[in-house]
């Protein structure tokens, strides 16, 4: 059997789904059902923007990863998969500490907030990881359908486990809830460690087996990579790209508060139906998420984001423009389904465009910082948010963060992905290496 991610198509697919759908548990616990059952515990909306804030801060600074991965390897085991399983590891054990956390009404959201820091690090680091090795083994020609599967696997892990861990907070609490997000993740871990990222190489440190050859292995220095960083990250369009991105994640930080907080606390659900809704929702946009990502490769990931883009923008200047129809289900649900569909298609094609302006020699670097400046942009979303958030009405919320996607509409308009690949190869020539 055929174990090493170069020699499988599908093994790529599947092993870099599984790694998502990890990341996605956590992101279901902390994002999904913590705030929905801090809003049912009747905490204002600032502070649970506050406390979103402060958790989601590692994958904003995930990008002091990427610089050790391209510098620090054990190619013998793989040059992405030894950090994949370092991390895999930290984030279980993290998150069984977070088992000792308590959540109630009289409850400092302290502890929560430096669980939450531990836990988000870990996945973070996870994250650059398996991006990098995603960028490493993946054939340019499948990326987009790569991405959809990676998509559909987050979006799963996150509304499988906000559903189900909302649930279990309601009714065991923080201990039960983070100790079945623990084992389910050493599953996973189990099988990353039985998975080869090329033959021959060692499944792990005393193990039989070899590094594979290749340039580069060669070791660079942090004055290297940095100088490369420097040359690629301010090309025209990775500036484009980067702005878009910033405006579009401010959005899901102010979205993360606004939605468990105006179906608990404006709506009357409680935080189970929320994130049982949610779940089913996020499931099913995953699923057509994954259904879709083929027409990336086909029609090109930036149509494909404007489309999205534009869709998104629309659902929510129509939901705060007519907040008479939020008791209608048959309005609230199609424009939620919508946000939702509409989200997941957007995080499917930016992931691609932003791996396809990746150069290969500083690939995970360069693409850990283009996801930390994201996820940056959605902590300054959040923080900024708790500042204004409780003085601001739903209907506000909503066509703020239309607005938001429709200026990231525009600017999408203004981005050129053969330009950059033109200004890569330039940087490929002997002269541009003086």
């Not at 804030?53 to 610089?67: E, M, N, R, T």
């Not at 929320?274 to 083929?294: D, K, P, Q, S």
């Not at 995080?347 to 994201?374: D, E, G, K, P």
Request: charged letters at 10%; a neutral charge; proline letters at 4%.
């Amino acid at each position: 059997m055929k174990t090493a991610l170069t020699e499988h198509r599908w093994l790529r697919f599947f092993t870099f789904t599984a790694c998502y759908f990890a990341q996605g548990i956590p992101i279901g616990l902390v994002f999904v059902a913590v705030p929905a059952r801090l809003a049912e515990l009747d905490v204002s909306a600032g502070d649970i923007s506050l406390v979103l804030g402060v958790v989601s801060f590692p994958w904003a600074i995930k990008l002091i990863g990427g610089p050790f991965m391209d510098r620090f390897k054990f190619p013998s085991m793989g040059f992405r998969r030894p950090w994949v399983l370092l991390a895999q590891g930290g984030l279980t054990l993290s998150l069984v500490a977070m088992s000792f956390v308590s959540i109630s009404a009289d409850a400092s959201l302290v502890p929560l907030m430096v669980a939450g820091f531990v836990v988000n690090t870990f996945a973070a680091t996870q994250d650059v990881a398996v991006d990098g090795m995603a960028i490493d083994v993946l054939q340019h020609d499948e990326r987009g359908r790569a991405n959809a599967f990676m998509g559909f696997g987050q979006a799963a892990g996150a509304a499988s486990f906000g559903a189900l861990c909302g649930v279990l907070l309601s009714i065991a609490g923080m201990p039960v809830a983070a100790l079945v997000c623990a084992a389910t993740l050493a599953v996973i871990f189990l099988f990353v460690a039985i998975v080869r990222e090329r033959p021959g190489e060692q499944l792990m440190p005393w193990s039989a087996g070899q590094a594979t050859v290749r340039a580069e292995m060669a070791k660079r220095n942090m004055l290297t990579i940095l100088k490369d960083l420097t040359r690629v990250l301010f090309l025209p369009m990775s500036l484009i790209l980067v702005m878009v991105e910033f405006i579009n994640r401010v959005r899901d930080g102010i979205a993360i508060t606004v939605f468990p907080v105006f179906a608990v606390q404006e709506l009357g659900y409680s935080a189970a139906e929320y994130t049982a809704f949610n779940g089913y929702v996020g499931l099913t946009t995953a699923v057509l998420g994954a259904m879709l990502g083929f027409l990336v490769d086909r029609h090109g990931a930036k149509r494909f984001l404007l489309v999205a883009f534009a869709g998104s923008a629309a659902t929510h200047l129509a939901t705060g423009l007519l907040p008479m129809f939020w008791t209608t289900p048959g309005f609230l649900f199609p424009m939620a389904g919508l946000a939702y569909l509409f989200t997941q298609l957007i995080f499917v094609a930016t992931i691609a465009l932003f791996m396809n302006l990746c150069w290969s020699r500083i690939a995970a670097t360069q693409f850990a910082i283009y996801m930390s400046l994201a996820n940056l942009s959605r902590t300054v979303g959040s923080l900024g948010f708790s500042v204004v958030a409780d003085d601001l009405t739903f209907a506000q919320d909503f066509l703020l963060m239309g607005l938001l996607l429709a200026g990231a509409t525009g600017l999408l308009l203004l981005f050129n992905q053969a330009t950059h690949t033109e200004r890569l190869n330039l940087l490929e020539t002997p002269r541009a290496q003086l």
